[in-house]
């Protein structure tokens, strides 16, 4: 894990090449088909590019099918507007949803692309012609391949910013972070963190949860402003029948200067109450020259901070085997 923390700005420098080409389709509306860490590339680019017509699907096949697109989830219809492309993403090639989500889009003659490192999704994608990105097979995780994900999706989309993204691999310094993550993993011994952010940088916070939930095997958990304010703060209002509840979260506030005015006074105003109750919390600046270098040197603190909390718990920060698990008894 450490050598993946220090070797993932060179994940940037990666040159993406779609094959098939010819078969891909114009498109101005976005479908990203894809779980874990292959979903959290895709909404960590949402989050840099909100104006972007882009969704992320996470679950088996595909929504009912209508002629415009619209929010939805499994429960619901979904629609396509014209001019859609959907991206069947799975680092390993191996998800089930991911698969599924692919024949059912290959079934409806959907403008589809793959991102993927091999695997069977890598296989049905020459089998039909499906334009496909194959991305370096490295030995790293999942969750940790972020930034071969973001640059190939960039790529399909066609981003006009991908100079910048790649600019990250020589302007990210993963070294400047340990000393910071190490000292919050410090104090989120024996705690379990609970880490707030506006509502355009949740997709940051999700990542947070998820190498605090892979990394460190320990609960841990995300909201966001201004939703958390209208109810999950409630359950912080403590009192003797509940103060136990409460004694063991650290909430982990991600504080971005570009916030909104009204977001930051949340911010505030809503540290003060918690402080007041006795709630123990972090404040953690996201910072950085432009939204990718913030973006992705929380990232880095995030592996740091988790990476170190699993030396804490002694616990291996790269294998899931509860997932592992899962997945045989599921078959």
């Known amino acids: 894990m450490e050598k993946s923390i220090l070797n993932f700005p060179k ?61 939805g989830n499994p429960s619901k219809t979904y629609h396509l507007k014209p001019n859609t492309l959907l991206v069947a993403s799975s680092y390993s090639g191996s998800t089930k949803e991911t698969l599924s989500a692919f024949e059912s889009a290959r079934k409806r003659k959907l403008n589809i692309a793959v991102l993927t490192v091999g695997g069977k999704l890598l296989a049905l994608a020459k089998k039909y012609k499906v334009p496909y990105i194959q991305m370096p097979e490295t030995g790293i995780q999942p969750r940790m391949s972020a930034g071969l994900n973001l640059v190939s999706l960039a790529q399909f989309i066609g981003l006009k910013d991908q100079p910048q993204i790649h600019s990250l691999a020589k302007s990210l310094k993963p070294e400047i972070w340990r000393a910071k ?30 190498k605090f939930n892979e990394n460190a095997k320990i609960p841990s958990f995300a909201n966001f402003f ?35 005015p009204r977001i930051k006074r949340r911010f505030a105003v809503t540290k003060k ?30 592996d740091w901070t988790s990476f170190y909390l699993a030396k804490y718990y002694g616990v291996d920060p790269e294998q899931v085997p509860m997932v592992e698990t899962l997945k045989k008894l599921i078959r």
Do not use: C
């Open 273 to 302: 109450l918690l402080t007041e109750k006795g709630i123990n919390l972090s404040e953690i600046p996201i910072s950085g020259k432009n939204t990718w270098e913030k973006i992705f040197s929380s990232t880095l603190l995030a």
């Open 181 to 210: 993550g190490k000292a919050l993993s410090e104090n989120l011994w024996d705690q379990v963190p609970v880490i707030y952010s506006s509502a355009q940088n949740f997709p940051i916070a999700m990542n947070w949860k998820i």
């Open 11 to 71: 994940q940037f420098a990666f040159r993406p090449k779609i094959e098939n080409a010819k078969n891909l389709r114009p498109a101005e509306n976005f479908i990203v088909a894809g779980m874990g860490g292959s979903a959290l590339a895709a909404e960590l680019l949402k989050t840099a590019h909100p104006e972007l017509n882009l969704i992320v699907w996470k679950s088996y096949d595909l929504p009912s099918v209508r002629r415009s697109l619209g929010a």
């Open 226 to 260: 201004p939703e958390l304010n209208h109810n999950e703060m409630t359950g912080f209002d403590v009192k003797k029948t509940t103060a136990n509840l409460s004694s063991n979260l650290h909430l982990i506030f991600l504080e971005d200067g570009a916030d909104h």
